[in-house]
């Protein structure tokens, strides 16, 4: 009977844990974020992430799409400015497996210890930053960070993309606390 009320939650746990993109954000406190309405790309900061022009593209898309639905405009005498820049690093995974008994686990050497299995795994991960800067005052008001696996896929590139952006952009203005 137990099993049957834990198992609901588990499975939602585990489902919860299933996101790609582990997301962080900071802001400054002093803010008060409810009079930002408008945005615009700051171009300068942009042209300086060390990707191609065509992720750009993506994650700028990606980022208008987020923003309007949050009910941002775009505008040349913007209220915000948005920029990001990225990094990715080599992820190596080395795993072995020896398998049967020996010293450590039973009664003595085991002639059969010698076989065993390594596997060695390689992915990217990449973390993408997203600032936002007040327009007026020049100052940076609070930037999110995600950190996932990226991938070489071109048909699957724009869906992680999106994914990082509007996993980030959720913080987005932060909640009073």
């Known amino acids: 009977m137990k099993t049957t009320k834990i198992?609901?939650?588990?499975?939602?746990?585990?489902?919860?844990?299933?996101?790609?993109?582990?997301?962080?954000?900071?802001?400054?406190?002093?803010?008060?974020?409810?009079?930002?309405?408008?945005?615009?790309?700051?171009k300068t900061g942009i042209d300086?992430?060390?990707?191609?022009d065509l992720d750009k593209k993506r994650i700028l898309r990606a980022i208008d799409e987020t923003?309007?639905?949050k009910g941002f405009t775009k505008s040349d005498n913007p209220d915000?400015?948005?920029s990001f820049f990225t990094k990715e690093r080599e992820e190596v995974n080395v795993n072995q497996?020896?398998?049967?008994?020996g010293y450590g686990w039973g009664w003595g050497w085991n002639p059969f210890?010698?076989?065993?299995?390594?596997?060695?795994?390689r992915h990217t991960?990449?973390?993408l930053y997203i600032d936002?800067?007040?327009?007026?005052?020049?100052?940076?008001?609070?930037?999110?960070?995600?950190?996932g696996v990226l991938t070489k896929d071109i048909n699957k590139k724009e869906e992680v993309i999106k994914e990082f952006v509007s996993k980030i952009l959720e913080q987005y203005p932060p909640q009073k606390q």
């Open 113 to 121: 210890l010698w076989g065993g299995n390594t596997t060695v795994t």
């Open 67 to 69: 923003m309007s639905t």
């Open 7 to 42: 198992l609901p939650f588990v499975l939602l746990l585990v489902l919860a844990s299933c996101s790609s993109v582990r997301v962080y954000s900071d802001y400054d406190k002093q803010v008060d974020f409810t009079p930002y309405k408008s945005y615009a790309f700051h």
């Open 132 to 147: 936002i800067i007040d327009a007026k005052k020049k100052e940076l008001i609070w930037q999110g960070q995600g950190e």
């Open 125 to 127: 991960e990449g973390t």
């Open 80 to 82: 915000l400015l948005i």
């Open 48 to 52: 300086k992430a060390e990707i191609s």
């Open 97 to 101: 497996f020896n398998a049967g008994w």
